[in-house]
């Protein structure tokens, strides 16, 4: 999991040891909050929580199973 900023770099990191994806996605929800939390299983990002200063669309809260070429860095 990690927090991102409106330019997309990462605030910080967190690895969540979780049972499934849904418990993922429940845990990585909790953590969003002013900036958006981006969740992830290995190179696949599974969901992005869109925080307060997100520059997104507001009905576009979660945005899922999106496929980048690499991870943020």
């Known amino acids: 999991m990690f927090v991102v900023d ?3 770099r990462v605030i910080c990191a967190a690895k969540l040891d979780c049972i499934d ?3 993922a996605r429940r845990r990585a929800e909790q953590m969003y909050g002013e900036h958006d939390v981006e969740l992830w299983e290995g190179d696949r990002l599974v969901a992005v929580f869109q925080g307060a200063t997100s520059n ?3 009905c ?3 945005v899922l ?3 980048p070429i690499s991870p943020p860095s």
């Open 60 to 62: 576009d809260r979660f």
């Open 65 to 67: 199973n999106r496929r």
């Open 56 to 58: 997104g669309n507001p």
């Open 21 to 23: 994806e849904q418990a």
């Open 6 to 8: 409106s330019s997309r």
